[in-house]
């Protein structure tokens, strides 16, 4: 069977929702490839940015690297860059308690991830509505073939002889009609498989990033109040000493 022909001696209908098809089927490949590969380099990213994190670099020098080169940063560096940057500027303010500097901080940094994740789900969606109306579309092409079909075996006389040999000829196109259904199904499986696997790296990757930020808040939040410690202490000196010197 060479489906080259078939699709050559198929008819306009049908040849139309096919290469509708074969056009979605480029489209989705595409998009497969470069948010695969997006999504990898994310994934890199995320690992060498908390290596370094975890290496024990200071955040202020950590904070300044990012500094250096903000307008080129992503991902994790681009969360902690901009949840430190708005946790430096809350942190400087007279009256603003631990609580709204930690609360703020944190908005801040889920606003980044939704920002990151957005650019990492871009075409995703568009995947999944390929992979759900390609069955469909092929199907409506095989039932316009098929209506073609035994319109034209209708045209036939009623003699037996003559109405075998009519279908004889016409029962390729019933192939080909079929040859539709076959490369809707081709399309659709690969999209939807792709579709859910996308879609459970970008959940997987939003369940690292907001891992990362907690740990990060959890750091933030000690050197809060490892700073009150220190200056409460230094109060408690200064009284000290002046209660010392008064007696």
């Given at each position: ?218 750091i933030l939040y000690r050197q809060i109040f ?22």
């Amino acid at each position: 069977m060479n489906i080259f022909n078939l699709l050559l001696e198929a008819d306009i209908l049908v040849q139309i929702s096919i290469f509708i098809l074969l056009g979605f089927s480029i489209l989705s490949w595409s998009i497969i490839f470069h948010r695969v590969f997006a999504l990898n380099i994310a994934h890199k990213k995320l690992k060498l940015f908390e290596n370094e994190f975890w290496s024990g670099i200071d955040l202020a020098s950590l904070y300044q690297k990012s500094l250096s080169r903000r307008n080129k940063l992503n991902g994790a560096e681009q969360v902690f860059y901009i949840g430190f940057k708005e946790f430096s500027r809350l942190y400087q303010m007279k009256h603003c308690s631990s609580e709204i500097i930690i609360s703020r901080t944190l908005d801040t940094m889920h606003t980044a991830i939704n920002i990151e994740l957005k650019t990492l789900e871009d075409y995703i969606p568009l995947i999944g509505t390929i992979g759900s109306i390609s069955p469909y579309l092929g199907l409506f092409g095989t039932v316009l073939g098929i209506m073609h079909v035994f319109v034209e075996l209708g045209k036939t006389t009623n003699n037996t002889a003559t109405q075998m040999i009519h279908l004889q000829i016409i029962a390729p196109g019933i192939a080909e009609s079929l040859v539709a259904t076959a490369i809707g199904l081709f399309v659709a499986i690969p999209a939807v498989m792709a579709f859910n696997y996308l879609t459970t790296q970008i959940n997987n990757l939003d369940q690292d990033y907001n891992n990362f930020i907690e740990e990060f808040i959890a750091i933030l939040y000690r050197q809060i109040f490892l700073n009150l410690d220190a200056v409460l202490s230094k109060e408690n000196k200064h009284e000290e000493t002046e209660n010392k010197t008064r007696y």
